[in-house]
């Protein structure tokens, strides 16, 4: 042992070699104290109460709280500083961290050197930031519950978890609410990101130049953008939950190669899909349902394949101004259409015409919106049944040469938390 135990803290020694379990009762810097003497891989067990102490956890040990103790910072920087690796942070309530955005002031904070970290089953309270991953490699923050500040504008928030240049970091059923994003990525590859739960924040995941990672199973709910991928390669993102996000559920910002497969996006007040100056990226087996636009193309966005989605009751089903044509069908296999009065008199599930969703006259009403006000002139209706009945007068955009007949199934993710 590295020295003597405070007063309030009972050792519960070990045969030799073995880790001991430290119970550890409330008390003036009781935990610092049983911290001094705990050698590696030992446990500390929290009794119930409440710790007021700030604590840096420099060699592998186990903090357990045993869901009962509260660990109140002193306000000033994080509650909880990882510097050392395998170390586990498991059944606390962690509150109390300082307000500074420039040393990421955090419920707990992993530094580079805290490899391997375990962060579960903690409830994280009033924290600027909830976790911040700030380097720490295969790091795994796991089944927490997150609440962050609202004592200040939404974008002056810290966020509920933060990852900088953590390869294969983990964050994964946690809940997080309030705060700034819910996880946001900057500079990092090889992270998974799954069946976490969002709700009232700005973005529910923000990624930022980071590579070669995922985003599956997880909700994001009433907030203001869900899965914003920005600046980055090779991202999958399957299998997620956007319910009345105001903005956007799902934005590909220069972002390329990504798998966006079997996203449910319903009732987003804006677009369901945003992608701009996005490239060769799969959208595949998405339902888009009750948004304003199911998909807006835009700046440029070249050779993506987009496939047996369903687009579902949008107010505008597609937005995308172009010259050309563009086809949304891969290997015989097209996307379903809501609005799409199709027959199949073949019976093969595939709609005996090609789908064409926009026309010169909505070219128009995006580019001059104050043309709405001749919606119901005879002239209008003139221009859009010779472009139904001649199709080649219309002035190129999305086709559709295989229209599906039903919607592929969509499953709703269980999220993580108590969403």
């Known amino acids: 042992m590295r020295g003597l135990l405070a007063l309030g803290a009972l050792v519960l020694l070990p045969s030799f070699g073995a880790a001991a379990v430290i119970d550890v009762s409330p008390g003036e810097g009781a935990i610092a104290a049983a911290l001094a003497g705990a050698d590696e891989g030992d446990t500390l067990r929290l009794g119930p109460g409440i710790y007021r102490e700030s604590l840096v956890l420099d060699h592998p040990v186990t903090l357990d709280g045993g869901g009962r103790a509260t660990l109140q910072g002193t306000g000033d920087g994080s509650t909880i500083t990882v510097t050392g690796p395998d170390v586990v942070v498991r059944g606390l309530i962690i509150s109390g961290s300082g307000s500074s955005h420039e040393t990421i002031d955090s419920g707990v904070q992993l530094t580079k050197t805290a490899d391997r970290a375990v962060v579960e089953n903690n409830v994280l309270l009033g924290n600027l930031y909830g976790v911040d991953i700030h380097g720490a490699k295969e790091s795994i923050v796991q089944d927490n519950i997150i609440r962050g500040r609202r004592d200040r504008h939404m974008n002056r928030r810290g966020n509920g978890v933060y990852v900088w240049n953590a390869p294969g970091a983990q964050v994964v059923g946690n809940d997080i609410m309030w705060g700034r994003d819910g996880i946001f990525i900057n500079t990092s590859k090889q992270n998974s990101f799954r069946d976490n739960t969002f709700r009232d924040l700005r973005f529910a995941v923000h990624y930022m130049y980071a590579n070669n990672s995922e985003v599956s199973g997880n909700r994001s709910i009433g907030n203001d953008l869900g899965y914003a991928i920005m ?68 700046a440029g966005s070249e050779r993506n394949t987009v496939t047996e989605n369903a687009f579902i009751g949008n107010r505008n089903q597609v937005k995308y101004v172009a010259t050309t044509w563009v086809e949304w069908s891969e290997d015989g296999r097209g996307n379903y259409w809501s609005d799409f009065a199709a027959y199949d008199v073949d019976g093969d599930g595939i709609a005996d015409m090609p789908y064409r969703p926009n026309d010169s006259m909505d070219h128009v009403l995006w580019t001059q919106p104050a043309a709405k006000l001749l919606l119901g002139s005879p002239a209008m209706q003139l221009v859009r049944w010779s472009q139904s009945a001649f199709p080649a007068l219309l002035p190129g955009g999305v086709q559709d040469s295989a229209p599906l007949m039903r919607p592929p199934a969509a499953v709703i993710p269980e999220g993580g938390g108590q969403g």
């Open 231 to 298: 600046f980055s390669d090779r991202v999958r993102v399957r299998d997620n939950l956007s319910r009345n996000d105001r903005e956007h559920g799902v934005l590909l910002n220069y972002a390329n190669h990504a798998e966006i497969t079997g996203n449910i996006v319903q009732n987003v007040q804006e677009k369901c899909l945003f992608v701009y100056n996005a490239h060769k990226n799969l959208i595949s087996g998405n339902r888009f349902e009750g948004c304003g636009i199911g998909i807006h193309f835009t």
